[in-house]
């Protein structure tokens, strides 16, 4: 059998399972992260807040920080 590396990434959070074979899945290392696009919208934001430029040049990730 082979280890797997499961990904879910959502429009608020990433979840992570590495799942090894003979280990029950409870015991399998897991953890949530915010979503790439969740960082840079707070760091956007910390931006225009001291209004210091800022820009985005991927519409998917504005779109996606936008919440749409």
């Known amino acids: 059998m082979t280890t797997t ?9 990433q979840d992570v399972l590495l799942h090894i074979p003979g280990r029950e899945i409870e015991n399998c290392p897991k953890f ?16 225009t807040a001291k209004k210091r430029p800022s820009g985005c040049t991927d519409a998917l ?3 996606a920080s936008a919440g749409a």
Not at 5 to 11: A, K, M, P, R, W
Request: some cysteine.
């Open 61 to 63: 990730w504005a779109a």
């Open 32 to 47: 949530i992260l915010p979503t790439p696009s969740v960082r840079i919208a707070g760091y956007l934001s910390e931006l």
């Open 5 to 13: 590396l499961c990904l879910d990434i959502g429009s608020g959070t």
